[in-house]
């Protein structure tokens, strides 16, 4: 990968680390404390990924308003406990070492809050790889995933876009990314479905983080 582009793109969430347990205990905190019922745990895997309100719609069948509560309860759980229920994937660390060695400048393009994602890769020792971090604002803006990664290329001043390719583990990732002008390879690691990322239009899969070394 590393002869093929100049800029490298990274989902956060389920491609840098597993933060499923903190995700799914603040859906369930947020569903509990509005009274609606919570499905069982493996119910709310598709929460890893998508932006938090689409989720607490589509997947829960809150209306908009009530999305909009949850996402604030979720958050208040989130920003204090839930973002360090959390680790980064083994190989994570000296594949961002490799790559950022090569030359290469890297960028974190995830739906997850910017605030909370600096959070995150600060307390992991991550930060340090990464010349831009992009997230969604907690005021709303950047709500999809083709916004976060455009802004991610405008930071890092990417001209040609075909000298920069996304990395993430669901379609969304795909998908946003292929609005915005770039490709994605697959991370296989994380919390796709099967054939999900293929059917989204992934270059290729990688099925550990090495494989991008290749």
Not at 8 to 32: H, K, M, P, Q, R
Not at 116 to 129: A, K, N, T, Y
Not at 147 to 175: F, I, N, P, Q
């Amino acid at each position: 990968m590393k002869n093929n582009y100049d800029y490298v793109l990274f989902d956060l969430d389920g491609t840098l680390t597993d933060s499923s347990e903190g995700i799914i205990n603040c859906a369930v905190y947020a569903l509990t404390e509005l009274g609606k019922p919570a499905p069982d745990r493996e119910s709310l895997r598709p929460f890893l990924g998508p932006p938090l309100s689409w989720s607490f719609c589509h997947l829960c069948g809150l209306d908009k308003a009530e999305a909009e509560e949850a996402v604030k309860i979720y958050r208040s759980r989130y920003s204090t406990i839930g973002l360090f229920e959390n680790r980064p994937y083994d190989g994570i660390r000296e594949l961002l070492r490799a790559l950022k060695d090569s030359g290469l400048r890297l960028a974190v393009a995830t739906s997850k809050p910017e605030v909370f994602s600096l959070r995150i890769l600060e307390r992991f020792e991550l930060r340090e790889f990464f010349d831009a971090v992009v997230g969604c604002g907690l005021d709303g803006s950047l709500d999809t995933k083709a916004e976060v990664v455009a802004e991610a290329l405008r930071r890092l001043g990417v001209t040609d876009k075909s000298r920069a390719v996304m990395v993430g583990d669901r379609r969304y990732d795909v998908l946003g990314a292929a609005e915005a002008g770039i490709r994605t390879i697959g991370a296989g690691w994380g919390y796709a479905e099967e054939g999900e990322l293929e059917a989204a239009g992934a270059l290729w899969i990688a099925k550990k983080p090495e494989d991008l070394l290749a």
